[in-house]
């Protein structure tokens, strides 16, 4: 290997995937040395973020109300095969209740059991570190009674090269039409949470329950503008994690009177999903079909592009609720999430839809998309000794693993 240049050593190291990287730290100092720095890290993640036709698309579904409720979910490139979740061995496994994906970004994943018992874990490298209470410095206004909600994202800040948590503690008063927030950031690479600017509307419970959509460095919400019993227009409020700061993002033009929204995110650009129909069935909305768009730009009204539209499915089987979550290793369909109990591919040329052939047998789930990736969890992006010393928790098999 001596006669082998340095660079094209790197250059095949990083197409491998982390169970290999991991395994040849072993080989030799040099080879460790190589596959810990941070520069090598970067390159394999950018690897793992071009698209590769032999790649497979990997996901982690949380079930709900399931105890042991986190598993991998591992789509081939052959769209029509029958694909069987695992089960994940995560560090915040308990008893007696299920554990929440509250976000995954970059091969990083946010796990929650309570606001007390939570963490960002690296599925790859088993690594984790466990997150300090958040603590809110203003208490909820004692003027009757009123509603509280929690809201929650994670992401990455391209302008620091950093990870952030944020957390939104909300109350609302519906006798006075008053809502009292407080926005708190963790910071991944300095270790702590800090105050930020308040939250200026009331988080919009919708497809994703009060969870942001992280996408080119912000993450987003559909919020409620005014607090009227009656009416409330909604908006669609980003927080840059850059900034650290809410901005208001213009909706699409032309988008007629949708009746649902919702958001995702794809090849990290935000996505906005209208849905349009009259009729309902039973208790749950019929749609007639959905516009999905994705904002290619500054968040400007004119960087918002119409993807494609998916139109009601024929027979007994509607859907209320269709989210997309990755486009296939082709890029010619994209993979949709069907009211939490399925997946469908929708194909880009042919606008039409195929179910996907998922065993398991669950009731309703969630879906994230997660990259193999080295990404550390140390303070920083300098020495690893010093960042990590405190921080990293690993289980004794990952230890006898990287050994």
Same mark, same amino acid.
């Given at each position: 290997?001596?006669?082998?240049?340095?660079?094209?050593? &790197?250059?095949?190291?990083? /197409? =491998? $995937? *982390?169970?290999?990287?991991? @395994?040849?730290? #072993?080989?030799?100092?040099?080879?460790?040395?190589?596959?810990?720095?941070?520069?090598?890290?970067?390159?394999?993640?950018?690897?793992?973020?071009?698209?590769?036709?032999?790649?497979?698309?990997?996901?982690?579904?949380?079930?709900?109300?399931?105890?042991?409720?986190?598993?991998?979910?591992?789509?081939?490139?052959?769209?029509?095969?029958?694909?069987?979740?695992?089960?994940?061995?995560?560090?915040?496994?308990?008893?007696?209740?299920?554990?929440?994906?509250?976000?995954?970004?970059?091969?990083?994943?946010?796990?929650?059991?309570?606001?007390?018992?939570?963490?960002?874990?690296?599925?790859? &490298?088993?690594?984790?570190? /466990? =997150? $300090? *209470?958040?603590?809110?410095? @203003?208490?909820? #206004?004692?003027?009757?009674?009123?509603?509280?909600?929690?809201?929650?994202?994670?992401?990455?800040?391209?302008?620091?090269?950093?990870?952030?948590?944020?957390?939104?503690?909300?109350?609302?008063?519906?006798?006075?039409?008053?809502?009292?927030?407080?926005?708190?950031?963790?910071?991944?690479?300095?270790?702590?949470?800090?105050?930020?600017?308040?939250?200026?509307?009331?988080?919009?419970?919708?497809?994703?329950?009060?969870?942001?959509?992280?996408?080119?460095?912000?993450?987003?919400?559909?919020?409620?503008?005014?607090?009227?019993?009656?009416?409330?227009?909604?908006?669609?409020?980003?927080?840059?994690?850059?900034?650290? /700061?809410?901005?208001?993002?213009?909706?699409?033009?032309?988008?007629?009177?949708?009746?649902?929204?919702?958001?995702?995110?794809?090849?990290?650009?935000?996505?906005?999903?209208?849905?349009?129909?009259?009729?309902?069935?039973?208790?749950?909305?019929?749609?007639?079909?959905?516009?999905?768009?994705?904002?290619?730009?500054?968040?400007?009204?004119?960087?918002?592009?119409?993807?494609?539209?998916?139109?009601?499915?024929?027979?007994?089987?509607?859907?209320?609720?269709?989210?997309?979550?990755?486009?296939?290793?082709?890029?010619?369909?994209?993979?949709?999430?069907?009211?939490?109990?399925?997946?469908?591919?929708?194909?880009?040329?042919?606008?039409?839809?195929?179910?996907?052939?998922?065993?398991?047998?669950?009731?309703?789930?969630?879906?994230?998309?997660?990259?193999?990736?080295?990404?550390?969890?140390?303070?920083?992006?300098?020495?690893?000794?010093?960042?990590?010393?405190?921080?990293?928790?690993?289980?004794?098999?990952?230890?006898?693993?990287?050994?």
């Amino acid at each position: 290997m001596s006669d082998v240049p340095p660079e094209v050593i &790197t250059e095949i190291l990083s /197409r =491998l $995937p *982390v169970k290999s990287l991991l @395994r040849f730290r #072993c080989v030799s100092k040099s080879f460790k040395s190589l596959i810990d720095s941070p520069k090598f890290i970067k390159a394999h993640l950018k690897q793992q973020q071009e698209p590769n036709p032999n790649a497979n698309l990997n996901l982690i579904l949380e079930a709900h109300y399931k105890t042991d409720n986190l598993f991998s979910l591992e789509f081939t490139t052959n769209t029509s095969a029958q694909h069987h979740p695992k089960k994940l061995d995560h560090p915040l496994k308990q008893i007696y209740g299920p554990t929440q994906v509250l976000g995954s970004c970059r091969g990083l994943v946010y796990i929650s059991n309570n606001m007390s018992d939570n963490g960002i874990w690296n599925p790859s &490298t088993k690594r984790f570190r /466990r =997150l $300090p *209470v958040c603590k809110f410095d @203003r208490a909820p #206004c004692k003027q009757g009674p009123g509603m509280e909600q929690i809201c929650q994202g994670f992401g990455y800040d391209r302008t620091d090269e950093d990870y952030k948590v944020v957390t939104i503690a909300q109350w609302y008063y519906p006798n006075e039409l008053k809502v009292v927030s407080e926005t708190m950031v963790y910071s991944l690479k300095f270790g702590g949470w800090k105050k930020v600017q308040d939250c200026p509307y009331m988080v919009l419970k919708e497809g994703n329950g009060t969870c942001a959509t992280s996408a080119g460095g912000a993450l987003y919400w559909m919020m409620q503008m005014e607090l009227s019993l009656s009416y409330s227009r909604l908006v669609l409020v980003g927080l840059n994690l850059g900034t650290e /700061r809410f901005d208001e993002v213009p909706l699409p033009k032309n988008m007629g009177k949708p009746l649902t929204f919702n958001l995702a995110a794809l090849n990290e650009c935000l996505c906005l999903i209208s849905g349009y129909g009259t009729c309902r069935n039973g208790k749950n909305l019929v749609l007639d079909h959905i516009d999905v768009w994705m904002m290619r730009g500054c968040g400007v009204e004119q960087s918002w592009v119409k993807l494609f539209t998916v139109e009601q499915l024929e027979g007994r089987q509607h859907f209320s609720y269709l989210r997309p979550i990755a486009y296939s290793v082709t890029g010619r369909e994209v993979l949709l999430e069907m009211d939490k109990r399925k997946f469908l591919w929708f194909s880009l040329e042919k606008k039409s839809l195929k179910h996907s052939k998922v065993s398991g047998g669950f009731d309703t789930f969630d879906s994230f998309v997660t990259l193999g990736t080295l990404v550390p969890l140390y303070y920083g992006g300098g020495d690893e000794k010093d960042g990590k010393k405190g921080v990293e928790e690993l289980d004794d098999s990952v230890i006898k693993e990287m050994k």
